[in-house]
């Protein structure tokens, strides 16, 4: 498909000869501490998660934002510290993820954001819930320089929409895709490359090709189906559905109990090629880590280059290459041992 081909592009446009140095380094460091077990770091990560708000204006139940539940303060990422972040990473940073936890679009600063990280050859994506997409922040997003926008769409009705992404209107996410679509066109941009996610659940199913269809239709670069990662899981859930491909977790036919189909192998490229900070400056070590309970350090204290070679998160990957399932946050994990780039 010639948008996805533009997409690529796009990147590649954005890559140098030390960002390429850099990505050899940290792939090459990956696979030596794989088979030496050692864990060996050469290079700063490619990819990177910031996140520019805690805050959200939906419930969605699986979500520590939706949920309220968050130990760690809510607030918004400021311009200085987001400043401050890509002035350090931007020469060997490939990509950048406006999204953590929260709304990013509830960030006053999230179009400067977008334009700083644009203005230094980083590919930039964020996902969202597409309720603030409104013609004139539609348009913003597409002037911005945003590259990859995720629009999360998980029901083709009101009705089955609603069971999960709860407080929410399908018709505000639609009319925000359409605004987007509108203003490439009038704009005559190939970006935001432009994506529908769709959280496959017990509920929704059998909306899939319907989705599908309604996705492309509007405009859509891409119908993307995705996984659900459910906390409680081991008694069962109604939000784990019943298309196997399509659930991160399958009943054991003895005791009738819950697992993860992932076998948590001693290795995780997560490690070695990203890294996640929040709002307030916290360096995490996966997105999985959503209450920040393995934090790594803080940016209001030492650089990012410190904490990333310091003795936190060396110690953290020494623990994984040993035994990654005493990790608590490894524990209900499907990622991070395919490569992927």
């Not at 520590?64 to 990473?89: A, K, Y």
């Not at 995720?150 to 009705?157: E, F, N, Q, R």
Request: aromatic letters at 10%; a positive charge; proline letters at 3%.
């Amino acid at each position: 498909m010639k948008s996805m081909l533009d997409d690529t592009m796009n990147m590649i446009s954005k890559l140098s000869k030390r960002k390429l140095k850099n990505a050899t380094r940290v792939l090459s460091s990956y696979y030596q501490s794989r088979i030496t077990g050692k864990a060996l770091l050469r290079g700063m990560p490619l990819s990177l998660s910031v996140e520019p708000t805690t805050s959200c204006n939906l419930r969605c139940p699986e979500c520590p934002s939706g949920l309220r539940s968050f130990t760690r303060p809510t607030g918004m990422l400021s311009q200085d510290l987001f400043e401050n972040i890509l002035n350090e990473l931007s020469p060997d940073l490939i990509y950048l993820i406006l999204y953590f936890q929260g709304e990013p679009y509830l960030n006053p600063h999230f179009f400067d954001f977008i334009r700083y990280a644009a203005k230094r050859k980083i590919y930039t994506a964020t996902s969202t819930n597409a309720h603030y997409l409104d013609n004139d922040s539609a348009r913003n997003t597409v002037e911005s320089g945003l590259d990859r926008l995720i629009i999360s769409i998980d029901g083709s009705t009101q009705e089955t929409y609603e069971k999960y992404r709860i407080g929410g209107s399908i018709d505000k996410v639609w009319s925000g895709l359409e605004n987007i679509v509108n203003w490439k066109k009038k704009l005559q941009s190939h970006t935001p490359h432009l994506i529908v996610q769709f959280l496959v659940l017990g509920h929704n199913q059998h909306q899939i090709e319907e989705i599908k269809q309604m996705g492309y239709r509007s405009g859509a670069d891409e119908v993307v189906l995705k996984t659900a990662q459910i906390y409680d899981y081991e008694n069962g859930s109604r939000l784990i559905p019943d298309i196997g491909k399509y659930a991160r977790y399958e009943q054991n036919g003895d005791d009738g109990k819950w697992y993860i189909k992932n076998k948590l192998l001693n290795h995780c490229w997560k490690m070695w090629h990203s890294s996640v900070i929040t709002w307030d400056g916290r360096v995490l070590p996966c997105c999985f880590d959503k209450d920040a309970s393995h934090q790594m350090g803080n940016l209001s204290e030492r650089t990012f280059r410190d904490i990333w070679q310091g003795e936190s998160y060396q110690n953290f990957r020494k623990s994984l290459l040993r035994s990654r399932k005493t990790i608590d946050i490894c524990q209900n994990c499907t990622e991070g041992t395919k490569i992927e780039m």
